[in-house]
């Protein structure tokens, strides 16, 4: 069974940066669709930044400037270069895959933005 597992999430102060990983069992990052996403307590989950099968990439407003997302199809991994991190994007950020019609998600990684 294919699974997809983020990592990378942690403790930061306003300002500082992370870099998130998503990794795969299988090779899943050649020809897909991949995003993430993210979750804060009490909210619905967002759509933070998408690459599309020919590596197109959107970004949601909020984290525009800020975060960039990659793909390594060769190493199975997704990124997320996160920069000038605020307390708003304290939250639980997924990792999401979409290939031949069958989505994959991760269980999160938890992303703490305080001082």
């Known amino acids: 069974q294919v699974q997809v597992v983020e990592s990378g999430g942690g403790l930061v102060q306003p300002g500082g940066s992370l870099r998130l990983s998503c990794s795969a069992s299988?090779?899943?990052?050649?020809?897909?669709?991949t995003a993430w996403y993210r979750q804060a307590p009490g909210k619905q989950r967002e759509l933070v930044a998408d690459m599309a099968t020919y590596g197109y990439t959107t970004y949601a407003d909020f984290v525009k400037g800020r975060f960039t997302i990659s793909r390594d199809p060769a190493r199975n991994t997704l990124h997320l270069q996160m920069n000038s991190l605020e307390p708003e994007d304290t939250a639980v950020y997924y990792c999401?895959?979409?290939?031949?019609?069958?989505?994959?998600w991760g269980r999160g990684t938890q992303v703490t933005v305080s001082s």
């Open positions: 299988a090779q899943l990052f050649s020809l897909t669709y």
């Open positions: 999401f895959v979409r290939r031949s019609g069958v989505e994959y």
